[in-house]
């Protein structure tokens, strides 16, 4: 296929009763009392737990680690050079001890996966991680996401003082026979009153964490492809864009050294996307644009002309969803990343 180049007070009361202790709840008339032991271990989406009016002056603020010097910044923008789809807080080991990188995941034995969990507030946290997994998707929410069989149990929380990295116990990583060669890993972290928001964007929230990669083989000169999903995690029909970035200079240095490779750029021109024939009639294009239905998910291609590159180089290419909703309600604009390494052969 041949590619184109060109984020009152009330007034005083006699008499009145005693104010509450701090970081007490102040349960409203008829509301049930909280119940112990409730927190984000029970709830994984993320939901937040009732706002009870007070401010809290001290507070943790939980995130997974994703690159060197992360401080955990919440404000939605990514920093250069740094891979959003390849978080370093989530540690995978195969079966025989090495990291594991991308690809084919090992069917041999379990692999062992840890997750990393930092603490940039001013109160210790008991730390609960959850783990899930999906197949090749830009963008995340249920119900596409998955567990148990091919993960093992949530470790157990991590008590994280501030200031202070700690990391999990290791959760087993189990293909089973009908678990695709290649699935996404999602890792979600939170504590009572340091919740997730519930949008699963890695981007913007960083109690959320991706490792979410594909090893593509391509000969020099040829065409090498992927496939990858989008999906609509909305309640409402969705306008779904995805682009695909080809990998900036920083972030195929960082690559080079990760995979011990030969890192080399390519041009934009040298990318393209198919989407369904619905939308696109499956013409290579620059962009697509396609709207689904509520928690609808599509199937997507990407393409990359390895014209100018030799036997033993690799470079990369980002996918990158944006996902607003058409109709109704506030919920705001979500984002997705997903990252292809292409190895070129002879």
């Known amino acids: ?34 119940q112990p032991g409730r927190g984000p271990q029970e709830d994984p989406f993320g939901r937040q737990p009732p706002d009870d009016g007070q401010e809290t002056l001290t507070h943790s603020k939980l995130y997974i680690p994703s690159y060197d010097d992360d401080v955990g910044e919440r404000s939605g923008t990514w920093p250069a050079g740094w891979l959003s ?53 830009s963008g995340f929410g249920p119900p596409h996401l998955r567990r148990q069989p091919v993960l093992g149990a949530s470790p157990p929380p991590v008590h994280v003082a501030p200031g202070a990295t700690e990391i999990t116990e290791p959760v087993a990583l189990t293909p089973q026979a009908d678990t695709p060669d290649h699935i996404c890993l999602i890792a979600v972290v939170g504590a009572f009153g340091d919740n997730p928001s519930g949008t699963w964007d890695v981007l913007k929230d960083r109690h959320y964490a991706q490792h979410n990669i594909d090893i593509v083989q391509v000969q020099a000169g040829a065409i090498g492809s992927f496939h990858f999903n989008v999906i609509n995690p909305y309640r409402v029909d969705a306008e779904v864009t995805v682009q695909l970035r080809a990998a900036t200079a920083q972030e195929l240095r960082l690559l080079s050294r990760m995979y011990s490779a030969d ?84």
């Not at 007070?9 to 006699?14: H, K, Y």
């Not at 996307?273 to 928690?295: I, Q, W």
């Open 85 to 137: 789809w390849k978080s370093s807080g989530i540690r995978i080991e195969r079966p025989d001890g090495s990291p594991y990188g991308g690809g084919k995941i090992d069917r041999s034995a379990p692999s062992r996966v840890q997750v990393m969990v930092a603490n940039a507030g001013t109160e210790a946290a008991h730390a609960q991680v959850t783990l899930y997994w999906t197949d090749p998707t």
């Open 263 to 346: 890192a080399r750029e390519i041009g934009q021109d040298q990318l393209r996307l198919v989407g369904n024939a619905d939308d696109t009639g499956g013409r290579p294009e620059r962009m697509l644009r396609l709207r689904l239905r509520p928690g609808e998910r599509r199937l997507c291609q990407g393409l990359l002309s390895a014209r100018g590159l030799a036997p033993g180089q690799i470079t990369s290419a980002e996918v990158q969803t944006s996902m607003r909703p058409l109709q109704g309600g506030c919920e705001s604009e979500r984002h997705g990343s997903y990252g292809a390494v292409f190895f070129i052969e002879d």
């Open 1 to 34: 296929m041949a590619l184109d180049t060109t984020l009152e007070e009330r007034p005083a009361q006699a008499p009145r009763p005693a104010p509450p202790e701090p970081n007490q709840r102040k349960d409203q008339p008829g509301e049930p009392p909280p």
